[in-house]
């Protein structure tokens, strides 16, 4: 019997019927929240496709994280519990993958890209800062099991929200971990961190950049990476960029759905050519030690037999800060 006809939850499976209609209402949920898209709208995606991740198979699974479907909305928690069935879960890659092929595979395995990076590092640092952090949950599932300060920035509204969110999930939220908000374009980041965060400018920092730089003007950039100039030696730098190529409209890579939507719109603004990585960041004291793409985190085998495809769109950098 389809479970989408009884509404119960455990074994058995969904009709086709029921898939293609609950599909046809998660495209109106998509369509509905794309309207008139802002930077600040865009963090809700990336982490609802990290819980549905939750639900495919340990041995398939590219990245693991516990705490992404708590930080869903109570409608989307709805479809995503729905992702316990393989069709419903690959109905929904497929649906993603149209506009931006490969988008759902380069979400997770930035993820775990710069996640592998953290654990890395994370004897070698006193503190993390995640700009534009969005709704991810790393400052629960990594750093709050760690002794290191954890600060994370974004709007205000997103930062308001995910406090909420927080603390329903853990009503003793470490003190050492800090959300605020700021608009990265318009105010300076040196300037909004707050005063008992004071003390981890003079030791190691693990600074992240997930998804955050394609929306900021060529100015928020500018103040972003000067800020980050001044980090202290030992620090680290987690950032994904999106190809310049691609920002300019030469380079499609099969995006041109994407590229209408975001580029022509100006919600993603900046770009990097990836053989100019090296010379950005040394003009700010950063020395490149790896940039990768999805195709370099996960294998060909989980690949293939997952049928996911990899885009070279976005890319994934981790650097180091030079001793002056």
Known sequence: ????????????????????????????FQYVERQNMKAVDTGREPVTLTAMEQFVEKELRIFQDNYAVKMLTPDMKFFISLCRFKCFRNWIISSSEKAMPGAYTDIVCRKRFIDDKLLEKINEISAVIEIGAGYDSRSLRICNKQDVLFCELDFQETMAEKQKMLEKIDPSLPERISLIGIDFNHEKIGNRIELKNKMIIHKPVFYIMEAVTMYLTKEGIRDVFEYLSKAPKGSYLAFTYIDQDFIEGKNMMQWDAAYNKYVKYKVWQFGLHPDKVTDFLDQYGWELREDAA?????????????????TEVERFVFASKRHR
């Open 1 to 28: 019997m389809c479970l989408g006809h009884t509404g119960r939850g455990g074994g058995g499976g969904i009709c086709e019927k029921c898939v293609n209609s609950w599909g046809n209402d998660f495209d109106k």
């Open 294 to 310: 999805s195709k370099d985190v996960v294998s060909k085998e989980i690949l293939n037999k997952r049928g996911l495809k990899t």
